[in-house]
């Protein structure tokens, strides 16, 4: 049988009354008029205003974006763009304050959802790491360099930089946390202790040599010669969604769908990359031919029109050049 996951998790449960109401002017727009008045307001506002959309978001807010990407990706182009007075990120907090950090002085950020957040990285407090800094100096642990996912707040970011620490991000973990212990004897590594667990152990670090560091729980949960035979001292935080997936149910799914295939690691680094650069070809099965556009990734980024025909119930598709894009659109 499927296998169904919770609709929401308990943080996003808690967070759900601090949503901004909407006003009632918006309630009852259909989609085309809402389509027709972000279309005019973009028009109005021409190249003062930016709008940066996550992979995360739907396609109804992805297709009013800019660019399109990871969350370190948007950030960074509101260097490319100081004409844009205005940055709207369609994405949560975290992302935002990244770029309102990378950002011009005169560029306001503007996040539609202040409520929008990143469960991991609200698992992470600036007075909880502050502490847990404290605690490892009255426990005699020395040479420890803060280490932090980019999925966290600037606070924490700014406390990482200040003593002398670095943030990555998923694809450079592993070059980080090597830098890192060139620095020191051990790593304080916040707020995702899957990531830094998975990439240390690639690393070559044994499982012994690292720990689990509890923020509220008094000196970590740890004991100080714990905290000190470790290489990797790991934040206990996570990803709530990843935390939904377990082994029985991907031994459910090979069950129901026998001889899938694990993507090899060349294979999820490509799909990685090329997302910044396309756009979900959404398949209509039913009528004998449809035209999507579609991005095509290589080797020159252009607009197509993909046609898909029915043939005995298999499609057929054919790829037409349209004409070129900019890169980074």
Known sequence: MPT?????????????????????????????????????????????????????????????ADYVGDSFKLSRYCGTRPDAEFVVFCGVHFMAESADVLCAPHQKVILPDLAAGCSM??????????????????????????????????????FVGEHGGIVCTSGNAAGVLKWAWEQGERILFLPDQHLGRNTAFKMGVPLDRMVVWDPNEFDGGLAADEALAARLLLWKGHCSVHERFTAQ?????????????????????????????????????????????????RPQLYVCRLQVAMDDAEPVCRLERIRDLPRDR
């Open 249 to 297: 149910q991907i031994e459910m799914v090979r069950e129901e769908h026998p001889g899938v295939r694990r993507p090899r690691a060349h294979d999820r680094q490509s799909f990685g990359r090329s997302m910044t650069r396309r756009r979900r070809v959404v398949e209509r099965f039913g009528q004998p031919e449809i035209e999507h556009l579609h991005r095509a990734v």
């Open 4 to 64: 169904y996951l919770p609709m929401l998790n308990e943080v996003e449960k808690a967070s759900i009354d601090e949503r901004q109401p909407l006003p009632d002017r918006y309630r009852g727009l259909d989609d085309a008029e809402m389509d027709r008045r972000i279309a005019a307001a973009r028009a109005t506002l021409g190249s003062r205003l930016l709008i940066l959309g996550h992979h995360y978001q739907r396609d109804e807010v992805i297709k009013f």
């Open 121 to 158: 990285s609200d698992m992470a407090d600036i007075d909880q790491l502050e502490t847990c800094w404290r605690d490892l100096e009255a426990m005699g642990v020395p040479s420890v360099i803060p280490v932090t996912y980019i999925n966290s707040s600037a606070a924490i970011k700014a």
